[in-house]
């Protein structure tokens, strides 16, 4: 005998008439239901990233058709700013002496730093999620 028949025949001793199978299986219900609705979300989160990526593509392409040199070199110039900044801020706590006072602030904006550029480059250069070679049960 199950637990869940044990304890609807202790109820129902009682007097209360109540089947907790069908109340098992309507929170199972709605916790399925709510599981596909943030997959469901998700899945809108990850197209709206990639469609972000797709149009900074698009941008660099039509930057490339220009006549002006600095706009068709700017990812360039930009990439060679950002890998610099970010070597020289992740560099130099092991070249200066810095008060450990301020070690707290100096980490939060040197992690700030960090994680900036690493945005700015992953929005130029992209991704490699091709949505062709997908299917739906992989998200």
Known sequence: MSIIT?????????????????????????????????????REVFKQEISDTQNARKMQENALKQSDLFSKRFIYFLTIGLVSIFSIVTLLPFFLDLPEKNEILITQGSDFVRQSALLVLAFFFGTKYNPKNTTNASI
């Open 6 to 42: 044990t304890i609807t025949k202790a109820l129902t001793s009682l007097g209360v008439d109540v089947d907790l199978n069908e109340i098992l299986k309507s929170k199972e219900f709605k916790r399925a239901e709510i599981e596909n609705q943030l997959r469901d979300d998700l």
